[in-house]
């Protein structure tokens, strides 16, 4: 069975309703890779290690031996790391559909980069596509690099707002309570970071970016990406993607489109988007794809929720 064919056999129609007990698909984006993720995966499960293939295939270069070998400076490489942390969760996402272990989705929903794997899971976008997106989209934020990001940690998110507007910077990712990431010029980064601190922040920390991600300074990667999607091949979603940008649940081709434009320069609304699912009913979410980075999140966001690793699946 192809991988196409096992896509149209898996599909799941999660209808958009929650209701109480029901679950989402959460996909993690930038951060969650590391060298050897899914290695193991891949050597066990036939499914896995046609995903790599295809994706080695499709993008014209080895992208599997940088995943499973290194070296970890060719993963961090925003070209690499972005179609290598999207081959991984759809290596995750068929294994785990084969074996039945994933209950239909109300919901899904990606942090950034991991919208494209939620819209392979929700059948708008072939994988083969979503990776040819995606390595362009990681080339166009890289050349158009520059700026800085840092992480306030221990201040609500209003009160890193009001810094980051004093700072001259803006909110890229609001992912807990009181976790926020800012991004901006490099020096108003510094700044904001000072600001934060004499606010009262546990703790206000630069990461290890390339570029401002998620700020007006990536307009030009915006712009660039505008015409790829226009012509991009994407369906209504079979179940309802949860946006980055504001939150609400989408599922139009024009709608998606819009949002994988303008994710580029908004803010990700991590905090909203989870409450906005655990509002419509939602207790239990999975994480497909590498790494515990959401799982973290999300308990902060709604205390109640059970997050499940699809790591911890398999």
């Not at 799941?12 to 995966?41: C, H, I, N, Y």
Request: charged fraction near 20%.
């Amino acid at each position: 069975m192809t991988h196409h064919d096992r896509r149209q056999s898996d599909r799941e129609d999660g209808g958009g309703t929650a209701t109480s007990g029901s679950t989402a698909w959460v996909f993690p984006g930038q951060g969650s890779q590391r060298v050897g993720m899914a290695k193991e995966l891949a050597a066990a499960e036939p499914d896995a290690a046609e995903v790599f293939a295809v994706a080695d295939r499709v993008l014209g270069f080895p992208l599997s031996r940088t995943i499973f070998a290194g070296p970890a400076d060719d993963l961090q490489a925003t070209p690499v790391q972005q179609p290598a942390i999207l081959a991984t969760s759809v290596a995750y996402l068929t294994v785990l559909r084969a074996r039945n272990l994933l209950p239909p989705p109300a919901f899904v929903a990606g942090h950034s980069l991991g919208e494209y794997a939620a819209l392979v899971a929700a059948d708008a976008l072939d994988f083969e596509d979503a990776l040819r997106l995606v390595r362009r989209r990681g080339e166009l934020m890289q050349a158009h690099g520059a700026g800085a990001m840092a992480a306030v940690l221990g201040l609500p998110t209003a009160a890193v707002a009001a810094v980051a507007a004093e700072a001259g910077v803006e909110v890229a990712n609001a992912n807990a309570p009181e976790q926020t990431v800012v991004s901006g010029p490099t020096a108003a980064v510094e700044r904001a970071m000072a600001l934060a601190r004499e606010q009262g922040a546990k703790r206000a920390v630069p990461l290890p970016v390339s570029a401002a991600f998620h700020s007006s300074l990536m307009a030009p990667a915006r712009d660039g990406m505008r015409p790829l999607l226009a012509a991009a091949a994407i369906r209504s979603a079979r179940t309802p993607l949860v946006s980055n940008v504001d939150a609400r649940t989408i599922s139009s081709p024009e709608e998606i489109r819009r949002e994988l434009v303008e994710q580029i320069v908004a803010a990700v609304r991590w905090v909203d988007m989870v409450r906005a699912m655990a509002d419509a009913g939602v207790t239990t979410f999975y994480e497909v794809g590498p790494g515990k980075v959401l799982a973290g999140l999300i308990t902060r966001c709604a205390p109640g929720a059970t997050v499940v690793g699809a790591e911890a699946l398999l």
